[in-house]
Structures are given as C-alpha cells and as structure tokens.
C-alpha cells in the first residue's frame, strides 16, 4: 500500500512538472519522505535519508522550496513543522532556513 501511495504521489508530481524551477526532480526523490512531511509517520525511512543527503548535497536550494510549501503547488500539503524536523530526525546537516529568504 505504501508502494502504491508513492506511485501515486509521483504521478501527481509528474503531473505538475510545468511548475516552475528545476527543482520539481528533487521533490521527486524526495517522495519517500512525504508520508513523513505530511505527518503521517513519526519517523523518517532510511530510504528518505539518504535522499535527503544527496538533495543537500547536490540541489541545497531546493529544499527551500519544500519548507516553503513548493509542494502545495503539486497537491501536496507539507506540515512545516514535520518538514523542518526533517534534516534533525535524519542527523543531516542542511543550509539555514534563514538563507530561504533570498530565493522568493
Ligand atoms: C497514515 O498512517 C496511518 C497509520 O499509521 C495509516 O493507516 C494510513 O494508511 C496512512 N495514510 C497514508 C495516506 O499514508
Ligand atoms: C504538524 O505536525 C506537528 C508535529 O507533529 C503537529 O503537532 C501538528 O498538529 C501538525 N499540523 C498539521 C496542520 O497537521
């Protein structure tokens, strides 16, 4: 069942993929993390780790557009709270939150 949710939660953002920037990938690996974001689960996959270190590492700025709801555009309504909680609940290290501001 959790497969079948990803793969419709990847549907929806393919569906989306008009959106704006190029970021609509990273929130495309990130899909393992969403049952997560959206608060339905109180702790992360590894699975949804490991792709939280590579978006760090390789898209940074992406994630800004996660913690500021760039999902919602797609249908998909993050819990900021969960989302901030992310990069703690997986011991990754992400850029400051602050450093967001400039990207809008
Ligand atoms: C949310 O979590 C509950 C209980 O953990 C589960 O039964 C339900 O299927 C989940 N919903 C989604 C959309 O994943
Ligand atoms: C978001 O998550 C927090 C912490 O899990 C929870 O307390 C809060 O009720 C959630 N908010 C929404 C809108 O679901």
Same mark, same amino acid.
Request: glycine share 8%; with cysteine; proline share 6%.
């Given at each position: 069942?959790?497969?079948? +949710?990803?793969?419709?939660?990847?549907?929806? +953002?393919?569906?989306?993929?008009?959106?704006?920037?190029?970021? $609509?990938?990273?929130?495309?690996?990130?899909?393992?993390?969403?049952?997560?974001? &959206?608060?339905?689960?109180? $702790?992360?996959?590894?699975?949804?780790? &490991?792709?939280?270190?590579?978006?760090? +590492?390789?898209?940074?700025?992406?994630?800004?557009?996660? +913690?500021?709801?760039?999902?919602?555009?797609?249908?998909? &309504?993050?819990?900021?709270?969960?989302?901030?909680?992310?990069?703690?609940?997986?011991?990754?290290? &992400?850029?400051?939150?602050?450093?967001?501001?400039?990207?809008?």
């Amino acid at each position: 069942m959790a497969t079948c +949710l990803v793969l419709a939660v990847v549907a929806m +953002l393919c569906a989306g993929a008009t959106a704006q920037s190029g970021c $609509t990938s990273v929130l495309i690996s990130l899909s393992p993390c969403l049952s997560y974001m &959206t608060g339905n689960s109180s $702790t992360p996959s590894q699975q949804c780790c &490991t792709q939280l270190a590579n978006v760090v +590492l390789s898209s940074p700025q992406c994630l800004c557009e996660v +913690l500021n709801g760039g999902g919602s555009s797609l249908g998909i &309504t993050i819990n900021q709270t969960q989302a901030l909680a992310l990069p703690g609940s997986c011991n990754v290290q &992400t850029p400051p939150i602050s450093s967001c501001n400039g990207n809008n």
